[in-house]
Structure formats: C-alpha cells, structure tokens
C-alpha cells in the first residue's frame, strides 16, 4: 500500500494497512464488487449476525452499483467527517489486484467537483492497469464487427 498525503493543513490521516472490513470503504468495496460472488458470501458471513440480513441485503446493492458505475463513494464510513472515491486496478488476467483511491474532508468533496475527480481516478486507475498488462474489454457490439 502507498499514500501520498495532501499539501494542506486539513487533511485525512489513516493509517497504512489500517484493517476494516471488505465491506466498508470506498477503496475496499471497490475491490469486493470485482470478486466472485462466492469471496463476497465469505466476506458476509463475517458481519455480526445482529446485522447480517439487513446490511448483507444493503452492501450486496450498493456492489452491483459499484461494479455497474466502475467506482465507488464512501462517506465516513471508515473515519468521520470524510470522503473516500476509489477505482479498481485490474491485472492482465482481468483480476482486481487493488484499488486507487481519493480521500479527504468532506468540504472538498462538492457535487459540482465530482464528475472530474471521478474521471481522473477512472483514467489514473486505467492507465495502472494497463501498465500491469490489462486490456479493457471491448463492449459487445464493437467485438461481433
């Protein structure tokens, strides 16, 4: 894991290999949405059984959001008052092998900024994995001319 911390006084801190769930996290449910479904029914059996139906019902949506878009959006869920964007990195087996991630405070996080900074950490995140050997799937209709 490698971070590069922001220039300003204000900014998020986490520590590097910080263990949360798969589950909570921009940057990690990135990765769980790109996993088979079977590692993800393993990933559930992991939340507390107080709250299994409920958040295994909530997390499974939000993944097939995640895996649909090619990004994903955390607020506070791994620490208060943050934001967290996170694409996957994929291997020329067309495996997800990480993800990059954008965090920081809320205030710097506005709608109106959103679209851009999606598509650079999508075209950063690309370019990562094309220089792992991936090549992006062409859609099907291109592929039968």
């Keep these: 894991m490698e971070a590069v911390n922001s220039p300003h006084a204000l900014r998020v801190m986490e520590p590097i290999g910080m263990r949360l769930?798969?589950?909570r996290?921009?940057?990690?449910?990135?990765?769980?949405?790109?996993?088979?479904?079977r590692t993800q029914q393993e990933v559930f059996r992991q939340i507390p059984e107080v709250f299994r139906c409920d958040e295994?019902?909530?997390?499974?949506?939000e993944l097939v959001s995640v895996r649909d878009q090619g990004y994903a959006v955390s607020y506070g869920e791994t620490t208060e008052?943050?934001?967290?964007?996170?694409?996957a990195i994929f291997s020329w087996e067309n495996k997800?092998?990480?993800?990059?991630?954008?965090?920081?405070?809320?205030?710097?996080?506005?709608?109106?900024r959103m679209p851009e900074m999606i598509y650079q950490v999508r075209l950063t995140a690309m370019k990562i994995s094309e220089e792992l050997g991936w090549?992006?799937?062409k859609p099907a209709a291109s592929r039968r001319k």
Aim: charged content about 20%; aromatic content about 4%.
């Design 21 to 23: 769930p798969l589950y």
């Design 25 to 37: 996290g921009a940057s990690k449910k990135v990765i769980l949405a790109h996993l088979p479904l």
């Design 56 to 61: 295994v019902e909530r997390i499974t949506e």
């Design 81 to 87: 008052g943050t934001v967290g964007l996170a694409v």
């Design 96 to 112: 997800v092998v990480g993800s990059l991630s954008l965090a920081g405070p809320e205030l710097r996080f506005q709608k109106s």
């Design 135 to 137: 090549i992006k799937a």
